[in-house]
């Protein structure tokens, strides 16, 4: 069991800047791979950025590519989603993912489908 807690959510204007975390606690040793994903009002799951805490390796959605950034702390069991370049249409509930089977690892767009999730931190971001 893995267990997941976002914050740092916030309201910020277009250009704006946020860092969230996702505390993870209890198996962690076990997470093969871990991501964020968002979800606005009436859309469909996003997912964002896949990350694989013991190779410091990650991947990321087209659509937010050069402007977020995942990163660790694993002294911490800390991951990050540096977001930069903010704009309106990044305006959504963000969470986290861990999944412990490395089979299920495969693709950014899957990252929502992962066994343990967060509980999400909202991010506004006004024009």
């Known amino acids: 069991q893995v267990q997941l807690v976002e914050s740092g959510g916030d309201s910020v204007q277009t250009g704006g800047s946020l860092r969230l975390s996702c505390q993870a606690s209890?198996?962690?040793?076990?997470?093969?791979?871990m991501g964020w994903f968002r979800q606005a009002p009436g859309q469909e799951r996003e997912g964002l950025g896949l990350?694989?805490?013991?190779?410091?390796?990650?991947f990321y959605a087209d659509s937010i590519k050069g402007r977020f950034t995942i990163s660790q702390d694993r002294s911490k069991d800390l991951w990050y989603l540096e977001m930069n370049n903010l704009k309106p249409e990044d305006s959504a509930m963000y969470y986290c993912?861990?999944?412990?089977?490395?089979?299920?690892?495969?693709?950014?767009?899957?990252?929502?489908?992962?066994?343990?999730r967060g509980q999400g931190t909202q991010v506004t971001v006004s024009s």
């Open positions: 990350f694989y805490p013991k190779m410091a390796s990650s």
């Open positions: 993912a861990a999944q412990l089977d490395y089979h299920r690892c495969g693709a950014v767009a899957t990252i929502s489908t992962f066994d343990y």
């Open positions: 209890g198996n962690t040793a076990r997470v093969s791979c």
